[in-house]
């Protein structure tokens, strides 16, 4: 088993933030938007009748980084609005420009915040995402709760990350295929966020301390995890 190593909770220089905004995340973005829009039809659904039918669709977003989740969620929903959360100014100015860029400025609303102290009410937001947060975290388990305490109720939880290889051969394996063109200090980047991440196991245990089922989290590629569940408070 590979042990955890920690990188920084924030990546906040500004080589950081045009490093990991020009890598290519086209493919891994857009399919989380496309599962994470599958995953809102069915909990849609299974709402409440009255509280089916909104004109807007509020979601958090945390560990937002440059903006390239909302801003590749914005022209599949039109209604939707995006409150994009990230600890690092490098990062935001990166997405206010990108939102800008867009077109999307009027929806997405950047703010700078640390996710496991949010600037927001108990219970305000339907749904609360996160991609790739998760690793960046020492404690993760408080990012976590944070987003259980401000979803609302039967609200939406669609959180993402990577998941730690349980060896070394493949830990190079992933890096390879998934960065293998990449720059040096790109691989860098990749290679430590996932030494940093959570193994399906060690997840699966923080959401069960979470009140939720192990199960609701589960692999969805060969280095990613999700956890997907809703709530009734």
Same mark, same amino acid.
């Given at each position: 088993?590979? /042990?955890?190593?920690?990188?920084?909770?924030?990546?906040?220089?500004? @080589? =950081?933030?045009?490093?990991?905004? %020009?890598? !290519?995340?086209?493919?891994?973005?857009?399919?989380?938007?496309? $599962?994470?829009?599958? +995953?809102?039809?069915?909990?849609?659904?299974?709402?409440?009748?009255?509280? *089916?039918?909104?004109?807007?669709?509020?979601?958090? !977003?945390?560990?937002?980084?440059?903006?390239?989740?909302?801003?590749?969620?914005?022209?599949?929903?039109?209604?939707?609005?995006?409150? %994009?959360?990230?600890?690092?100014?490098?990062?935001? +100015?990166?997405?206010?420009?990108?939102?800008?860029?867009?077109? &999307?400025?009027?929806?997405?609303?950047?703010?700078?915040? =640390?996710?496991?102290?949010?600037?927001?009410?108990?219970?305000?937001?339907?749904?609360?995402?996160?991609?790739?947060?998760?690793?960046?975290?020492?404690?993760?388990?408080?990012?976590? +709760? @944070? +987003?259980?305490?401000?979803?609302?109720?039967?609200?939406?939880?669609?959180?993402? =990350?990577?998941?730690?290889?349980? $060896?070394? #051969?493949?830990?190079? *394996?992933?890096?390879?295929?998934?960065?293998? =063109?990449? #720059?040096?200090?790109?691989?860098?980047?990749?290679?430590?966020?996932?030494?940093?991440?959570?193994?399906?196991?060690?997840?699966?245990?923080?959401? %069960?301390?979470?009140? &939720? #089922?192990?199960? /609701?989290?589960?692999? #969805?590629? !060969?280095?990613?995890?999700?956890?997907?569940?809703?709530? /009734?408070?």
């Amino acid at each position: 088993m590979l /042990t955890r190593v920690l990188e920084p909770e924030v990546m906040d220089s500004d @080589e =950081d933030a045009r490093e990991y905004d %020009a890598m !290519d995340h086209a493919a891994v973005n857009a399919l989380f938007v496309t $599962d994470l829009l599958e +995953a809102i039809a069915d909990w849609s659904l299974k709402r409440p009748v009255q509280s *089916r039918d909104v004109p807007r669709l509020e979601v958090l !977003d945390l560990g937002a980084g440059t903006g390239q989740i909302p801003i590749e969620l914005c022209p599949r929903v039109p209604q939707v609005r995006v409150v %994009a959360v990230d600890a690092a100014e490098s990062m935001l +100015a990166v997405a206010r420009t990108n939102m800008a860029a867009a077109g &999307f400025a009027g929806r997405i609303e950047p703010v700078l915040a =640390d996710a496991k102290r949010l600037p927001f009410p108990s219970a305000s937001f339907p749904v609360v995402i996160s991609n790739s947060i998760v690793h960046h975290i020492a404690e993760p388990a408080e990012v976590l +709760a @944070e +987003a259980v305490r401000v979803l609302a109720p039967n609200g939406l939880l669609f959180h993402r =990350d990577l998941c730690r290889p349980h $060896d070394e #051969t493949e830990f190079m *394996r992933i890096v390879a295929t998934y960065a293998g =063109d990449a #720059t040096r200090y790109q691989k860098k980047l990749f290679s430590e966020s996932l030494r940093a991440a959570l193994t399906l196991e060690e997840i699966q245990s923080l959401v %069960a301390g979470l009140g &939720f #089922t192990p199960e /609701t989290v589960r692999m #969805t590629s !060969d280095r990613h995890w999700t956890w997907m569940a809703s709530t /009734t408070h």
